[in-house]
């Protein structure tokens, strides 16, 4: 028989069932319903549901059946009017069996059944507190280790199953996988010798020598795309808004639960496929699983605002990375001990390491969580899908995820809520992550201000020039200016010539302000500009070089370069063309002009649009 696939819906008065039969035939179907239970078939298709709450028999019932589509839909009617039914979206639990959902273990206290209604109701409210009692490892259990984990702790020996091939896995489906494969689901090496308290020791170590603090601080100081993460809203956000609105208005608290998460088709499809499961787990285990729910929570909101809803390949990795329980088998105690362990591991492993995406991931978790176990459920059912599609991350569906997506569906909306107000008020500081942050963010905003002191101090200084250094820029930018109103300015076709020795660039700011500048006519030629058609005499042109403090010799070598270029420019052209040589030789320290001359044939210079006569100790074309 085929399990068909349908919906639920509820009114004040009526339960809607929805159900899809494209191959049925119509002739022959039968419908049933008595209080919590309902039946229908229709070959080759069969349902059997238990209600959350009962309906009755009274005439008012309906059916219709769309041949285009291929559906049923049947209307009940309530046995008591305006009942909420909840839990109507936990499709697996509504196929189990109705003496499946009673199911109680095989011992039992006996006592006054009022005290025993009391314990159930006290249950509700958890202080997310696991009693310690300190282990004591024996030489017997040492001999005869068998360590358990995944769900609740019911599964042990698997990983040493798993690594031999041509073998039947009861519980999980046949694998043939290799270390090195295993090596990519979990970081514990021996998970199946290696008890609870070894393990957490193992994982502490791991955290503590994958911590970098260089990228911790680049991350601190440098958070504008951190930023842009905190602003994302996942669909939680919105779904959790609506929920205080609607709760401000009304205190139907059970229904606003279920009325802002909705199931995809893909979703309520994969909620057909899971098997029905009773879970027989004592207190312990079962606040254990409790917390183990948020770690898992914790890492798959982390990764849902990092990647902006948009999952990618490293979206398994990241859930099960940031997740002691699904990389390390961890189990916890309280809810503190959660929050830090994945504080840890934040600051450790992905890419984005800041403080402010662990408390953000803390309140998206308690949003979730809130929101009932529709939200929960809705959570789980994307990390199931996002491990199934990849290789061989889909292990840990089987050791945990497919677990709590048929376990959470018979668990209390109010125990889902209180540890989300737990989840809220837990506080968790950087002190409590072990990696000294604090310490760590002080001594570098301290390096970062001297730094920037320092900056300061060196622009200061560079202001503070001394005397004769001001004197001398002045009366060489005077000279500059009214060199530059006679010839004009033209930095694109200039060359600067250095130098002989290398010696003088310290004065190339002071000493090349246009006195001998070269210049590289169209033929590849130098000539030199009408800088010195000024009356330069010996004097004057020591008077600014003894005022520097180049040494003695450098100066007089650069006043006899400058004596030289005066001669030359006194000489006749053929003449002139003669000496070039020789005066590039000893490498004029000259800067260009902005603006190159033309001369035409008749022995003009053209400058901007003007008519100048070469003067007497101006290069003309050199030959």
Request: net charge negative.
């Amino acid at each position: 028989m085929i399990t068909p696939a349908f919906e639920l819906s509820q009114d004040p008065d009526f339960l809607t069932i929805t159900i899809k039969v494209p191959y049925a035939r119509i002739s022959e179907f039968d419908v049933y319903f008595d209080g919590e239970d309902f039946k229908f078939y229709a070959k080759p298709y069969f349902l059997r549901l238990t209600l959350p709450g009962r309906i009755v028999e009274d005439g008012r019932e309906k059916a219709s059946y769309n041949t285009d589509k291929g559906i049923f839909t049947i209307q009940l009617p309530k046995e008591i009017p305006g009942q909420y039914f909840d839990g109507l979206d936990m499709l697996t639990a509504l196929l189990a069996p109705k003496k499946a959902r009673s199911a109680k273990p095989l011992v039992e206290e006996i006592g006054n059944s009022a005290e025993l209604a009391d314990e159930e109701e006290e249950e509700e409210e958890f202080d997310w507190e696991i009693e310690q009692t300190p282990y004591q490892e024996t030489v017997e259990s040492t001999l005869h280790l068998q360590c358990s984990y995944g769900f609740g702790n019911l599964k042990s020996g698997v990983f040493q199953r798993l690594q031999v091939s041509d073998f039947s896995l009861k519980g999980l489906d046949d694998y043939e996988v290799s270390k090195d494969e295993l090596s990519d689901v979990i970081d514990l090496k021996d998970p199946d010798s290696t008890p609870v308290k070894e393990r957490r020791q193992k994982r502490l170590a791991a955290e503590a020598a994958k911590f970098d603090p260089d990228h911790y601080l680049a991350d601190f100081f440098e958070d504008e795309a951190i930023q842009l993460v905190l602003k994302y809203k996942p669909w939680w956000v919105d779904a959790y808004e609506k929920k205080m609105a609607s709760q401000e208005g009304s205190h139907q608290e059970q229904e606003s639960q279920t009325t802002f998460v909705v199931f995809s088709e893909e979703e309520r499809e994969q909620l057909r496929k899971f098997t029905n499961k009773s879970y027989l787990l004592d207190k312990r285990t079962c606040h254990q699983v409790y917390l183990s729910l948020v770690d898992i929570l914790l890492a798959y909101c982390y990764e849902v605002r990092v990647t902006g809803g948009e999952k990618n390949v490293e979206s398994p990795w990241s859930i099960r990375k940031l997740s002691a329980t699904l990389c390390w088998l961890e189990t916890f105690s309280s809810v503190p001990d959660v929050l830090v362990s994945f504080g840890r591991r934040v600051l450790c492993y992905p890419l984005y390491r800041h403080f402010r995406l662990v408390t953000c991931a803390f309140s998206d978790a308690a949003m979730v969580l809130q929101l009932g176990k529709s939200a929960v459920l809705k959570c789980l059912l994307d990390i199931h899908k996002i491990f199934r599609e990849n290789d061989p991350a889909y292990i840990l569906n089987d050791l945990y995820i497919s677990d709590y997506c048929i376990w959470i569906q018979k668990t209390k909306s109010k125990k889902l809520a209180a540890l989300g107000e737990s989840l809220q008020q837990a506080k968790i500081t950087k002190a409590h992550l072990g990696f000294e942050l604090e310490e760590l963010e002080t001594a570098a905003v301290l390096v970062q201000e001297e730094e920037s002191e320092l900056k300061a101090a060196g622009a200061v200084s560079k202001q503070q020039l001394p005397s004769s250094e001001l004197e001398t820029s002045d009366s060489e930018e005077s000279s500059s200016t009214s060199s530059s109103e006679t010839e004009g300015s033209d930095s694109d076709e200039q060359e600067s010539s250095t130098s002989e020795d290398g010696k003088i660039n310290s004065l190339q700011g002071t000493l090349q302000e246009k006195r001998t500048a070269p210049l590289i006519d169209c033929n590849g030629l130098r000539r030199e500009t009408n800088t010195l058609t000024l009356d330069l005499s010996n004097e004057k042109s020591k008077a600014p070089l003894q005022s520097t403090s180049v040494p003695g010799k450098l100066i007089e070598e650069l006043g006899k370069q400058m004596q030289t270029a005066i001669k030359l420019s006194e000489q006749p052209e053929g003449l002139a063309a003669t000496s070039y040589p020789a005066l590039q030789e000893k490498g004029a320290n000259c800067a260009a002009e902005p603006k190159i001359l033309s001369q035409d044939p008749a022995g003009k210079v053209w400058q901007q649009g003007q008519t100048l006569q070469p003067s007497g100790c101006m290069f003309g074309r050199l030959a």
